[in-house]
C-alpha cells in the first residue's frame, strides 16, 4: 500500500477537529500526572502569510506538548494573535480598507496553514488582542494601575487611596515610595490644594501616569514609535524621518520594579544570555547623586555617579541634548551652535547613540563648579550622554572613562590622570577593567582607577561617598537604566484607553462596569487636520457621565458630557498578559479565574524568538508582578522555562546573465563569460537545478532567455541571506506540504539543526526525511496492500533497537535536541527494515515515539493496528536497560602499542580468557613472529596490547 500523505493529513484534520481532540480542561481526572502549560509566542497576522521560518518555534512546542500529554500530563497549549499594529492600519490608509478586515483576513489564512501542519492547539481557548472581550481586560488592568502607586518600602503596589489618606495624615514625611519627581509637603500644605492640584500630584506617583517624556516622533505616519520601530532615524515601516520630540504621554512606571525585575531573574530557567540581556537592559548601579553649581549663576544641577572617588579627575561637564538644562545653560553666544546641534540629534533614536561611537557635541557657554576642588570646568552638550539615564548630566573624567577620553581628545579638552606621571592613551583602555597605568611612578597597578591617596577603589569610594553626604552635596543613590514604558500611540488600529477628560482637563477612568470601551468607527486613519490622532475623526466620542453612556462629540458641555482620550495603546499592551487570559478566556467577570489559576499557576515553557528580550518579556514580566501585588494571580513571574527558537535563514538562488544579453550561463561556466548574478524565486529551483520553462513564464523580461547548460542541465548559485520576498527565497510551508506533506515538514524543520541556533533553509536535503516516512510505511505494509504487522515475540536485536531509541529520543525531548531524535528514528527504522522486523511489540511503542514529530502518519497506523483511540492517549513508553546490555564487545588487539586488527568476544568474558583468545588468534601468530611476548595488558571491553 503506497504511503499517500494527502488523503491521510486531510483525514485526521477532520477526526481531530470533529473529536475535540486537543480540547483542554481543567482538572482533567484521566491526567495522573497533573499540568502543565506549553506556549507559543503568538504571531502578528501578516498578509504575506506564514513561511518556512515562522512554524519553527510552533512545531518544537507541538512536539514537546504531544510528548508531555503522551507522559500523562493535562497539557495546555493555547494559540491566538497578537491583532492590533502599524501594519494593517497603514494598509487601511493606502487602501481604505478596515483594519479589522485586513486582520480577519489575514488571522484566517494563518489558520488555514497552522491547520495544515497539524499543531495540537486548543483553539477553543483562542484569543484575539483587537476583540473587545480580550482588550476589556487590557483597560481593567490599566484603570487598576491608574489607581496604584508602588511602596519601595512593602515592595508592592498599593492603592491610591492609601497614599491620599498619608497625605492627609502628615503629606509627604516619611514616605518611600516610586515617584516621577521627588515632592514635598506637609498634610496642611496638601489641604489647602485645589482638586486639580492635587490630581496632578498624584499623578507623580500613580503606576499609571501622564508624563512629559522624550518619544520618536514620526511626522509622517502621525505616531509615536517605539525603539524596534526605528532604524538609522528612518521607520521601519515606510521609511520615514523620525525625530526625538518632548511629548504627554501616557506612561507605566516600570521603573518601580526594576529591583525585583532583577532578582526575579535567579528564579527562572532562561538562558544566561538571555538574563544577562535583561540585567544589562535593568541596568542597576549604585552610586552617589552629586550637585555641581553653575558658575555666575544661582543654578545647579545634580550628577549621578557610580565612581565618586574619581571626582578630582574631573575636566568637563555633558549634558544630554534633551535636557532642561540645556536652554538654561547655553549662553547667546553659543545658542545658534547648539540649536543646530540638537536639530541634528533630534533625528536618532536612543539606541542608535548607544550604539554609535562617534564623537559629536556642542560648548553650552557655561562652566559648573567641582564640589570637591572648587575648580571651573566646562559644560558641553553630547548625545552620548541620555536624559532618562542618571540626571542627564555627567561629569568627565577622561583619564579613566574611554568614551570620555574620545570626547576629551576630539574636542581638545584637558585629559587629568588621578596619580601624577600616569601615561594615559588610547592604548591604555581595556574594555573590561578601564585604563591601564603605564607609568612606573605609581606603586599601585596595573589600573589608575584603583587608586585614591593610597587607598583602593572600595575604600576610596566609601570615603568619596562618606564625604559627599557629611558635607550636604548630594546623597548615596541606587539607579535604574530601566526606563518607564511609555504607553501612548497617536494610532486608530489599538486599544482605547478607557479614560475621559474633566473640566480641568485631568484625566479620569471610566467605570468598569462600562468596559470594554470599544474603538469607534472613523472617517479617516489619519491624524486630524489639527494634528489630533485618529480618533479626532470619530463623531461619537465622548463620555456621557450622567448616563454612563458613549455620545456624540457634538454634546460635550464639560459639566456631564467629556472628551475621551484620542491616543490608543501600543502593541504591548494586548501581548503582556495574553497567557493569563488562555486559561479562561470566556471569563465574562475576571481576567482570569482564581482557582483556574491555581490550578495551571504559569507557563512551564515558553517558545519565542530572542528579539523580544527587552521589549514584551520585560513588559509581561512587569504586568505579571504587577497583577500579582494585587493578590489576583499566584505566581509572580509568568514564564518558568524560556527557549529561544534560532531564525530559519533563507537559501537564495542565482542564475548569471551575460553582460548586455538575454542569455544565462550556468554556475561552472560562469567564469568563461561576464555576467551578473541575479537572484531567483527559489520556488523554480530544484536541488540547485533551474526549472528553464517555469523561469521564463516568471518574468516576462525572460520569456525569450537563452541558457548555456552543463550536462543537459542550468545549474543555479546559491548563498545564504535573510529570508525576503525582496530576494525571491521565501519558501511558503504551502507549497512543502502539498509535494511531501505536513509531517515531512516537520521533520524537516526540526531535522536541521540545533533548535537555539539559526540554519540555512535548503529543500535538497528534504526528500531524506520524506523517504524515512516512507521506510516506516514499508515496516508496516511490505510491498502489499496488506498489514504485515505480527505478534510473534521480537528479538533480543529488535529490541535492543527500539529501547535504544526510548532512551535517545525520551532525553532528546527533554533537552529539545530534536535534531538528533530524528537522525536516531532514522537509524532505527533502517535498522528494522535489515531485521524485516513487522511485530507488534516493536512498531507499536515506536510510532508512539514517532507521534510527537510526524502526528498524522502515527495517528494512521495506531489505527491501522486497530486502535479506536487517538494515539494523543497513548502512553510514553520506558526503555528497560536490561535490554541494552551488550552480548558481546569488541577487542582492538595491539601490538607493542600498535592495533593491528579487532575480535569480537563475549561482554561477561573473564580477562584470562580475553588474553588467551587474543594470542591464540590466527592474526597474531602474524604479528609475534614466533617470539615470545613479554608482557599481555588486557583494558575490559577496550583494548589488549601486546608486548613482543
Known sequence: MEYNFREIEKKWHEYWIANEVYKVKENDNNKPKGHYYVLDMFPYPSGAGLHVGHPLGYIASDIYSRFKRLQGFNVLHPMGYDAYGLPAEQYAIQTGQHPEVTTKNNIARYREQMDKIGFSYDWNREVRTCEP?????????????????????????????????????????????????????????????????????????????????????????????????????????????????????????????????????????????????????????????????????????????????????????????ESELVAQMTTPEQKKAVDEYLDRTKKRTERERIADRQVTGVFSGSYAINPFTGEAVPVWISDYVLAGYGTGAIMAVPAHDSRDYAFAKHFGLEIRPLIEGCDVSEESFDAKEGIVCNSPKTSVRPYCSLSLNGLTVKEAIAATKKFVEENNLGRIKVNFRLRDAIFSRQRYWGEPFPVYYDADGMPQMLPEEVLPLQLPEVSKFLPTETGEPPLGHATKWAWDSANKAIVETTKIDNK?????????????????????????????????????????????????????????????????????DLGLICEEEPFNKLINQGMIQGRSNFVYRIKDTNTFVSLNLKNQYEVTPIHVDVNIVSNDVLDIEAFRNWNPEYKNAEFILENDKYICGWAIEKMSKSMFNVVNPDMIVDKYGADTLRLYEMFLGPLEQSKPWDTNGIDGVHRFLKKLWFLFFGNTDNLQVTDSEPTAEELKSLHKLIKKVTFDIEHFSYNTSISAFMICVNELNSLKCNKRAILEPLIILLAPFAPHISEELWHVLGHNTTICDAQWPEHKEEYLKENSVTYAISFNGKARFSMELPADMPREEVEKAALNHESSSKWMEGKTPKKVIVVPGKIVNIVI
Open 133 to 321: 472581550g480580550y482588550y476589556k481586560w487590557t483597560q481593567w488592568a490599566f484603570i487598576q494601575m491608574f489607581n496604584s502607586y508602588y511602596c519601595n518600602d512593602e515592595k508592592q503596589a498599593r492603592p491610591i487611596s492609601e497614599l491620599i489618606e498619608a497625605f492627609e495624615a502628615v503629606g509627604t514625611d516619611g514616605m518611600n515610595v516610586a515617584c516621577s519627581e521627588e515632592l514635598s509637603f506637609t498634610a496642611d500644605e496638601w489641604k489647602a490644594k485645589s482638586k486639580k492640584e492635587k490630581e496632578e500630584i498624584l499623578m507623580n506617583y500613580r503606576i499609571a501616569y501622564l508624563g512629559d517624556t522624550m518619544v520618536n516622533w514620526c511626522p509622517k505616519l502621525g505616531t509615536v514609535l517605539a525603539n524596534d520601530e526605528v532604524s538609522e532615524g528612518l521607520s521601519i515601516r515606510g521609511g520615514y524621518p523620525v525625530e526625538q520630540k518632548v511629548m504627554r504621554q501616557w506612561c507605566l512606571r516600570v521603573s518601580a520594579y526594576a529591583q525585583r525585575l532583577l532578582d526575579g531573574l535567579d528564579t527562572i530557567d532562561w538562558t544566561d544570555s538571555l538574563k544577562d540581556t535583561q540585567r544589562n537592559w535593568i541596568g542597576r548601579s549604585e552610586g552617589t547623586e552629586v550637585r555641581f553649581k553653575v558658575k555666575d549663576s544661582d543654578l545647579e544641577f545634580t550628577i549621578f555617579t557610580t565612581r565618586a572617588d574619581t571626582m578630582f579627575g574631573v575636566t568637563f561637564m555633558v549634558l544630554a541634548p
Open 560 to 628: 456631564t458630557i467629556f472628551p475621551l482620550e484620542l491616543c490608543t495603546m501600543p502593541g504591548f499592551a494586548g501581548s503582556s498578559a495574553y497567557y493569563l487570559r488562555y486559561m479562561d478566556p470566556h471569563n465574562n467577570k475576571a481576567l482570569v479565574d482564581k482557582q483556574v489559576d491555581e490550578y495551571w499557576r504559569n507557563v512551564d515553557l515558553y517558545i519565542g524568538g530572542t528579539e523580544h528580550a527587552t521589549g514584551h518579556l520585560i513588559y509581561s514580566r512587569f504586568w505579571n508582578k504587577f497583577l500579582f
